[in-house]
């Protein structure tokens, strides 16, 4: 009887422990960065689901949220602060978002302050770049709205606009 009763509780936590398991299996995380920082600085750990530039000092930068999104898996949504221009200026070339232009390789949703107010500047006369390079594998959703995009560069025999869509 005692047995019976044993196994019965084990059963039932195990249903239990399933239950609390499902949803979080079923639902992809999704994952809101917001800006805070006007530099141009990298992700110190891409992927570990925090947007930083350096351990435990919670300066997330345009780019650091970039490549923290394209690391976790799902759509994710990076929100700009009004009244402010991010000025790109680590110069470079990479598909990683690490340097030059801002790469784009997961679902993504870019939110800005408002189209005059939240300014993303390639500041293509010195980095010679794109201001986005979306580089889909597939066709990962990128939406960026509110914000105005400018001064974009082509580099030399490269194909492409100021920004890119790259079907593969
Ligand atoms: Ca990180
Ligand atoms: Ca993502």
């Known amino acids: 009887m005692f047995r019976k009763i044993t196994a019965l509780v084990l059963l039932a936590l195990v249903a239990l422990a399933l239950m609390i398991a499902a949803p979080l299996r079923a639902a992809p995380n999704s994952n ?4 805070n920082t006007t530099a141009d600085a990298t992700d110190v750990a891409p992927g ?8 435990a000092t919670n300066n997330c930068t345009l780019r650091a949220a970039i490549q923290e999104t394209n690391a976790l898996a799902g759509a994710d949504t990076i929100i700009l602060q009004p009244a402010t221009t991010y000025i790109l200026t680590l110069f470079g070339s990479d598909d990683l978002a690490a340097k030059g232009d801002l790469d784009i390789t997961d679902a993504l949703t870019i939110n800005g302050g ?11 006369s010195n980095m010679g770049d794109r201001v986005f390079d979306i580089r889909s594998n597939g066709t990962p959703t990128v939406n960026i709205s509110n914000v105005t995009i400018r001064n974009g560069k082509l580099p030399p025999g490269n194909v492409g606009g100021p920004s890119r869509t790259l079907p593969t």
């Open 32 to 35: 809101t960065f917001t800006v």
């Open 48 to 55: 570990d689901g925090v947007c930083e530039t350096a351990p």
């Open 114 to 124: 408002g189209a005059n107010s939240t300014i993303i500047d390639g500041n293509g």
